[in-house]
Nanobody, 123 residues
Framework: QVQLVESGGGLVQPGGSLRLSCAAS????MGWFRQAPGKEREFVAV????????SYKDSVKGRFTCSRDNAKNTVYLQMNSLKPEDTAIYYC????????????????????WGQGTQVTVSS
């Protein structure tokens, strides 16, 4: 199983920014998901193994950017213009398929998950 280590969560005011990091033990398609209290886990962003392709949840388009540094096997989620409704535990996850292409954005495609990091947007 792929080892993932997340960091970067915290408390931020509405309109603020945070950057999440996820270091993996290899190079894979990687996704970001989040889960708010009482809600199901939902897709946020995904990036292909090369970094050439990204896809986002509609409500975060234009505010969140997913990128990667393949020399460090690390993926980032830059979150700007944060809103209270972005409050959730954020998880990174890996699609271990050897294709290196994004197969889908539902949790079933992702076999290894990080421990999660709390993001709280509040004044």
């Amino acid at each position: 199983q792929v080892q993932l280590v997340e960091s970067g969560g915290g408390l931020v005011q509405p309109g603020g920014s945070l950057r999440l990091s996820c270091a993996a033990s290899g190079r894979y398609v990687m996704g970001w998901f989040r889960q708010a209290p009482g809600k199901e886990r939902e897709f946020v962003a995904v990036i292909s193994r090369s970094g050439a392709f990204t896809s986002y949840k509609d409500s975060v388009k234009g505010r969140f950017t997913c990128s990667r540094d393949n020399a460090k096997n690390t993926v980032y989620l830059q979150m700007n213009s944060l809103k209270p409704e972005d409050t959730a535990i954020y998880y990174c996850a890996v699609d271990e398929s050897s294709l290196g292409l994004v197969r889908g954005t539902t949790p079933q495609y992702f076999g290894s998950w990080g421990q999660g990091t709390q993001v709280t947007v509040s004044s």
